[in-house]
């Protein structure tokens, strides 16, 4: 595991996807929290960024420090609520792009293992049969490389660290994943190599649905 320093990317600052009355779409760098940490110098986030051009925008759910990509952000109360139980409701439809570790032999699949906080070992989680709750990823194979393959990831559920624990219980870490990969795993890219391309919801206005994307950076 590298040692954790926290130094989020200046540049750019914030990137605007999509912005209305009611939403703001925004495309989050690796390295940048979503929201305060606990700790006076992690107060730099996406949230506190948005809430600079808009301060009425609210953060409605998260991605992983090290995960790039789409996020949402509602920009009134009723907005948040709407959108709050459209991802409590599961009718948000979330895609993730990742590089991981070996050649996978299946073209696609299911993973579905419940998961529980690993609490002493904490903000690691794991699998846990017994107390763990519900988690399913679907998986599929875009490309293979030499020793790495790049996947498409569809979760039914978004459980903390969902794809990352899913993947490596694969026998295929995601590359980078100063968590959970092995060393070789861990080495071989300079960031998480886990990216949200694409989301899909519910307009809280008219119930229209909207797609949003992001490019991969990786």
């Known amino acids: 595991m590298r040692p954790f320093v926290y130094?989020?990317?200046?540049?750019?600052?914030?990137?605007?996807?999509?912005?209305?009355?009611d939403l703001l779409v925004l495309?989050?760098?690796?390295g940048l929290l979503s929201v305060p940490g606990k700790a006076l110098e992690h107060g730099d986030c996406l949230e506190r960024r948005a809430q600079g051009s808009y301060p009425q925008c609210r953060i409605v759910h998260r991605l992983?420090?090290?995960?790039?990509?789409?996020?949402?952000?509602?920009?009134?109360?009723?907005?948040?609520?709407?959108?709050?139980?459209?991802?409590?409701?599961?009718?948000?439809?979330?895609?993730?792009?990742?590089?991981?570790?070996?050649?996978?032999?299946?073209?696609?699949?299911?993973?579905?293992?419940?998961?529980?906080?690993?609490?002493?070992n904490r903000p690691r989680q794991m699998v846990d049969h017994q107390r763990g709750?519900?988690?399913?990823?679907?998986?599929?194979?875009?490309?293979?490389?030499?020793?790495?393959?790049?996947v498409e990831l569809t979760p039914r559920t978004g459980r903390s660290h969902q794809l990352?624990?899913?993947?490596?219980?694969?026998?295929?870490?995601?590359?980078?994943?100063n968590i959970y990969a092995h060393r070789q795993a861990l080495l071989?890219?300079?960031?998480?190599?886990?990216?949200?391309?694409?989301?899909?919801l519910f307009h809280p206005s008219d119930g229209r649905t909207c797609e949003?994307?992001?490019?991969?950076?990786?």
């Open 64 to 120: 992983d420090m090290d995960t790039s990509g789409i996020l949402v952000l509602a920009m009134n109360a009723k907005a948040h609520r709407h959108l709050g139980l459209q991802f409590e409701r599961r009718h948000v439809k979330k895609t993730y792009l990742a590089r991981v570790w070996g050649v996978m032999e299946k073209d696609s699949g299911t993973v579905d293992l419940p998961l529980i906080c690993d609490w002493p």
């Open 188 to 200: 071989a890219a300079d960031r998480l190599q886990l990216h949200a391309q694409k989301l899909t």
């Open 212 to 218: 949003f994307f992001s490019e991969c950076p990786f």
């Open 133 to 150: 709750k519900p988690s399913q990823t679907d998986w599929q194979v875009l490309q293979q490389e030499t020793n790495a393959t790049c």
């Open 164 to 177: 990352r624990v899913h993947l490596l219980s694969l026998g295929h870490p995601i590359l980078g994943d």
């Open 7 to 21: 130094k989020p990317p200046a540049e750019p600052w914030l990137t605007v996807v999509h912005q209305d009355d």
């Open 27 to 30: 495309d989050k760098p690796s």
